[in-house]
């Protein structure tokens, strides 16, 4: 399984993002795909997840700024972000299980830099 995340780079405070990421090697689609981050010293945090079921969870600290969805026909999850802040700025990495809430598989990851 590989997931493969695109659409990082350098954002201005105020502005959208959006993050997509490819899943591949699965013979089915993903009971879980979600977006999750990691700034510099800190722990990695859930940004938020989508359930094949429809199921969406999104982060208290992006609710209102952050949409999660999902594209089960080309095996992708997407993140659009929009107002982002400076502290937005981490490496967003795809996440992915074929049950329960916890990834099984990750991405590589793609640095967002959010600039004031």
């Known amino acids: 399984v590989q997931l493969v995340e695109s659409g990082g780079g350098l954002v201005q405070a105020g502005g959208s993002l959006r993050l997509s990421c490819v899943a591949s090697?699965?013979?089915?689609?993903?009971?879980?795909m979600g977006w999750y981050r990691q700034a510099p010293g800190k722990q990695r945090e859930l940004v938020g997840h989508?359930?094949?079921?429809?199921?969406?969870n999104i982060a208290d600290f992006v609710k209102g700024r952050a949409t999660i969805s999902r594209d089960d026909t080309k095996n992708t999850v997407f993140l659009q972000m929009n107002d982002v802040r400076p502290d937005d700025t981490a490496v967003y990495y795809c996440g992915a299980a074929s049950w329960g809430l916890t990834p099984k598989y990750w991405g590589q990851g793609t640095q967002v830099t959010v600039s004031s």
């Open positions: 090697g699965n013979p089915f689609s993903f009971h879980l």
């Open positions: 989508h359930i094949m079921d429809g199921d969406v």
